[in-house]
């Protein structure tokens, strides 16, 4: 049959989908990029926050849609939503024909076999699929792939994702991701390694290792050392250029991680924090295991330990209980660190985590305020440090053809990850003699907001 797939949210939601859509076409399913002439509609959904949330639930109802138009056509809901909302699902939205929560990933194939797996069940109703023998003793997902679980990349050919564990152990008091992750579980060093072989294999030039907290690998397996030793395995792995890291936390990033990144090549100058806030109070509420001085004091460190370094990190504004005085002192901080990239949220009263027990007293009108000024803040910061950067040379992978003029490339500095950092336009090229995934010397020319305008040198 013809699958179409959708699939929303994070990276790691997308290396997931990846699977899916491995195992489908493993069973001898084509994959179209198609909705309306997939014989299969597939929805992975994501259920963060209630912005991704509707979308989630948007592109369900657009897919049920679709549905109807074609007699046997059958829709599937995977993912972050059908792990917490399946109940509510099923009810609401009757189209729906199977359910698969996060832990329940390799059942696509029997979701997608249809009628017959319904019959399984004696009913017509939407088909829900329930995992077996609970790793953790309580009803969690524990589902992880490995190096020899089909994947088909939905990146560019030259870069990919690579989740290095699953799940989560904080129990930080804005996140719903531990009871639809479940507990935090690394892989082994053997299979990522193996995998990284396999992508470089196939063309991937640019790898990107995620989890919910990267710098908790091998932790919850009590090995000392495991992210360390598993960069310089990496590192040696021939046909790879960048080596990208992802989602590091700040209390479990060492000083041997520090090293490792300084020490090898491959390994990209670039560090991903979320910090999500940086008055004490606010943290002590968000349940976050760190303070200001101690954010201060690791970020100094790094910057030491790893010269020219870029730093991107995310913050919440108006969590319960956030006041004015908090909010001066995030920007304050910001103002001081001079991050090169930060993306700023507004906070999201989310059922089913600690937060949703306390009052969200900070209004809309005033969240949506807060963000706008540390953003327009953090444009002035990005702004002045991005001309400052004229005349620096630089290696840069090309993502594509401009979507302005087709005679300007696009690509990205090893300071820049693809989707979330802004990117650099390359000019005085002739886009015909230049593929997607080359790797140029580069010299920075201009600055326009964000973005950097540079040509081949």
Not at 409 to 429: E, K, N, S
Not at 431 to 441: H, I, K, R
Request: a negative charge.
């Amino acid at each position: 049959m013809k699958i179409g797939f959708v699939s929303l949210g994070c990276p790691k939601n997308l290396v997931d989908s990846e699977v899916m859509l491995g195992l489908a076409e493993q069973a001898g399913h084509e994959i179209t990029s198609e909705a309306e002439g997939a014989d299969v509609l597939v929805v992975n959904t994501c259920a963060f926050i209630d912005r991704a949330k509707q979308e989630s639930i948007d592109t369900i109802l657009e897919m049920a849609e679709l549905k109807k138009q074609v007699p046997g056509r059958r829709l599937i809901v995977t993912g972050c939503m059908a792990e917490r909302y399946r109940d509510e699902l099923k009810h609401e939205i009757p189209e729906i024909d199977a359910l698969l929560g996060t832990g329940e990933i390799p059942l696509i194939i029997q979701a997608i076999a249809g009628p017959q797996a319904s019959l399984l069940h004696g009913s017509n109703a939407p088909v829900t699929f329930h995992r077996q023998a609970p790793r953790f003793g309580i009803d969690l997902p524990d589902y992880l792939y490995d190096a020899q679980t089909p994947r088909r990349l939905a990146t560019p050919g030259h870069y990919a994702y690579l989740k290095i564990a699953e799940g989560c152990d904080y129990k930080c008091a804005f996140c719903i991701i531990p009871k639809m992750r479940g507990r935090y579980r690394s892989r082994t060093s053997e299979s990522i390694v193996q995998e990284a072989r396999q992508l470089a294999a196939t063309g991937v030039k640019e790898l990107l290792l995620i989890s919910q907290d990267t710098t908790f690998f091998g932790i919850d397996r009590k090995e000392r050392g495991a992210l360390p030793k598993l960069l310089r395995e990496l590192n040696a792995v021939e046909g790879l250029e960048w080596i990208r890291l992802l989602y590091l936390y700040p209390t479990t990033i060492s000083d041997d991680v520090i090293d490792a990144m300084a020490e090898c090549d491959k390994v990209c100058k670039y560090i991903d924090l979320p910090l999500q806030h940086a008055a004490d109070a606010v943290l002590r509420r968000m349940k976050r295991p760190g303070t200001r001085a101690g954010y201060e004091a690791l970020l100094s460190r790094i910057r030491d330990r790893v010269p020219g370094v870029t730093l991107r990190t995310t913050f919440i504004v108006g969590f319960p209980g956030e006041t004015e005085q908090d909010f001066d002192q995030l920007v304050g901080f910001v103002e001081n660190t001079g991050f090169d990239h930060v993306g700023v949220f507004t906070y999201s009263h989310e059922e089913g985590t600690t937060a949703f027990d306390l009052n969200d007293d900070v209004p809309t009108g005033v969240k949506k305020k807060r963000q706008s000024r540390l953003m327009a803040r953090q444009k002035q910061i990005v702004t002045r440090q991005q001309k400052a950067r004229i005349g620096e040379r630089g290696r840069l992978v090309v993502d594509g053809r401009s979507r302005e003029h087709e005679l300007v490339l696009r690509g990205r500095l090893q300071g820049q990850a693809p989707d979330i950092d802004a990117m650099v336009y390359l000019t005085d090229v002739d886009p015909d003699l230049v593929a997607v995934g080359d790797f140029l010397n580069v010299e920075i020319v201009g600055a326009a907001g964000y973005d950097l305008v540079a040509r081949p040198r």
